[in-house]
């Protein structure tokens, strides 16, 4: 630090505090905004398909006109077929008040203890649920303000209105948040689908293939081999559901909005670059005199040049170092929020080694890639050029 150009350098940073103040805040909020978005959604990506895949999705649901023990069993143990459930999904109503009514969505469970596709998860109460009560999804008690224990009334499209106690809340990482869809997810026996007055025959088929698994076009070609197989045995195949393999079903959605705020942070620390570079800029041009001295008393181009790039990385350091913890905080708070409203389980916030790089690369060399130009021009002058321009400042 004992030489002339460094302490040129340190004089230029007190002379000019001001403005390098506001080329760091400059910086430090633009790589905040792009370090809240890039941290909230490598957190929330990963926990999202921790959530998804922890419920060992199914890679397709087949409906049937019926679906016993034995078809399950014979379907467990085909060529390409890893394991298979029974299930049925059956659309009804929940009365929240009085002629008021509210969609119900009732997932049918044969035995919730040894179901090991697309399984929900306990949260609170009762597990498993006896006869004649329901689970339902954790969203639907604040909902409904209805708590553990208390009665629903729900009817079915061949039953009456019939009252069931609630007894456990479950996790589904799966659905939508009821508030969001306005209905009731709840998750009952068959025996207390029948006692709400429809039949205890299930009619849907869940598979997951073993070869593949996340290859949608494997899946087709397994499922669709296994369809002919069904009809074949004299089962009537009504529909064939293919999930995005190993996908959350709102991933794309999120994705789609978390890219659109990055774009905008890109577009923002651009944007600060640029000032930063036009700052330089103007310094540089009030720095005419003391350019070419240095090259009348042996400065290099090059060693010039440095000092200036030296001067733009201490300013994006800097700025890192105010703008990425900040960055990387807002960020768990952000994903907070999102997983409130996709109701996912944070199981870590910790953010990838990698963020930390990127963003603290992205304070340094993009603003030192948009003032590389004006840099050079200003110190590529020769002296005689330096002169020249000296007699026309003040």
Known sequence: MNSPRWKKLLRDLQSAQGRMAMMVIAIAVSIFSVGTFLSAYTIARREMSRNY???NPASAFIELDRVDDALVKAVSEREGISEAEATSWVGGRAEIGPNEWMPVLLFVVPDFETSHVSTVAPDAGAYPPSEQTILVER???PMLDLNIGDAITIQTPNGTKQQIKIS???????????????????????????????????????????DEPYNVTAIESTVSKLAAWLKAQGYVVHEIRIPPPGRHP????????ITLFLVFSFMALLL????????????????????????????RTRQITGLYLVLIVLLGMAASLIGVPLGIAAGRGFTGVIAQLLKLEIYSDVVPSWVYLVLILMCILIPLLVALDPILKATRITVRGDSQRLRHQP
């Open 139 to 141: 969203e639907v008690l």
């Open 250 to 257: 709102h991933q794309s959605q999120m994705t789609s909005v």
């Open 168 to 210: 456990w809340t479950v996790h589904d990482p799966a659905l939508a948040p009821a508030w969001q869809e306005q209905t009731v997810y709840g998750y009952i026996t068959p025996g207390t689908l029948a006692t709400l007055g429809e039949g205890e025959t299930l009619n849907i088929l869940k598979v997951i293939v073993s």
């Open 272 to 299: 600060s670059a640029i000032l930063s570079a036009t700052m330089i800029n103007g310094l540089l041009a009030q720095q005419i005199r003391q350019i070419g001295i240095m090259k009348a008393i042996g400065a």
């Open 53 to 55: 895949l922890g419920t």
